[in-house]
């Protein structure tokens, strides 16, 4: 399934929906129906955010599964809205934390080689992440705002996924049981606020605190099954483009670091939340410090409009203003 948080244009109050097909359905209208349609109030028992549904998604997410049947059979024009009638929030818009691993080879290699650096042996043995700002999440069709002292804006490439359930210490081979699904995210970057961080070596910081982007759907794990090959590796190609031009050109079979092996990391010691994202880090080619801004045009501007496309997780486009 693919499920999205949004508001509709005036109105502010959030709202928990799933596509089928071209259509937008809200879960709570939904149940709504069915209830009253044909006297079936299972469906009630449904969170109007899918943040509380994550909290108990072995519960819930049959539930959806079985809604989303039920209502497949009936009038969708009386339940259902045009996405692009709608505001596409983050599919999570109040995370409780966000981390971003660094698991794409070809990405770390050609950031450290541009630092004079080699491959640190360990980086093969160790995922490692940071911590992202999760109150600066933004969604598809969102305006994002140029960052303050910055000449050097930079997008990235990366995709997600989305805890589930939560939990700690998990172990990488029962990490599938903590993934509510994937989604996009684009982890803006002020390459200038980056390059007076990371030589005092704690970092980045300032230079990822002003934004990111996530959506615009969360695609549960059962939609991608046919994705994955026989090494474990899921196959989706990664594109961004920048005022329609391709600029990156990667795929998610280059991740490094499973996402097991990212959410065991991630638990240890720790409790991971429903809700919370855990970022893949960029896909080789998935930004201009990579492929050196004298190749793509230059560094992002005011005005500009990047698109980030993964292959079955939808499109997440973003203008700067």
């Known amino acids: 399934m693919k499920f999205l948080t ?3 244009q005036r109105n502010t109050t959030q709202k928990f929906g799933f596509k089928i097909e071209n259509h937008i359905i809200d879960v709570n209208l939904a149940a709504k129906w069915v209830n009253e349609d044909q006297n079936d109030n299972v469906f009630l028992s449904l969170p109007s955010d899918l943040k509380s549904a994550l909290a108990k998604w072995d519960t819930f997410f049959p539930l959806l599964q079985k809604l989303e049947k039920t209502i497949s059979t009936g009038d969708l024009d009386s339940l259902a809205q045009n996405e692009s009638e709608l505001v596409i929030l983050p599919p999570i818009p109040n995370p409780p934390a966000f981390r971003d691993f660094y698991a794409f080879e070809q990405h770390v290699r050609a950031a450290r080689k541009l630092r004079g ?9 160790l995922p490692i992440f940071y911590f992202s700002n999760p109150n600066c999440c933004f969604g598809h069709g969102a305006e994002i705002s140029y960052p303050s002292n910055t000449d050097e804006l930079d997008f990235e490439l990366e995709f997600s996924v989305i805890i589930a359930n939560g939990g700690s210490d998990i172990k990488s081979e029962e990490a599938h049981k903590v993934i509510g699904g994937y989604t996009i ?14 030589p005092l070596s704690l970092g980045p910081a300032k230079g990822k605190d002003f934004a990111s982007s996530f959506g615009p759907y969360m695609v549960t794990p059962d939609e991608l099954e ?14 961004c483009h920048v005022n329609g031009k391709l600029i990156s050109d990667g795929n998610t079979n280059d991740l490094y670091h499973s996402f097991g092996d990212m959410i065991e990391r991630a638990s240890m010691n720790t409790k991971l939340l429903p809700g919370e994202y855990i970022g893949s880090g960029t896909v080789g080619t998935g930004c201009i410090l990579e492929l050196r801004p004298e190749n793509t045009g230059g560094w992002i501007q005011k005005g500009d409009v990047v698109t980030l ?8 486009e973003n203008k700067i203003v």
């Open 6 to 8: 949004y508001t509709e």
């Open 117 to 125: 650096l080699d491959m640190h042996p360990d980086w093969f043995k």
């Open 185 to 198: 995210l684009n982890d803006w970057s002020s390459r200038d606020l980056q390059r007076q961080e990371m």
């Open 226 to 239: 046919d994705a994955w090959d026989d090494d474990h590796k899921l196959h989706l190609r990664m594109t």
């Open 309 to 316: 496309e993964v292959e079955r997780l939808g499109i997440l």
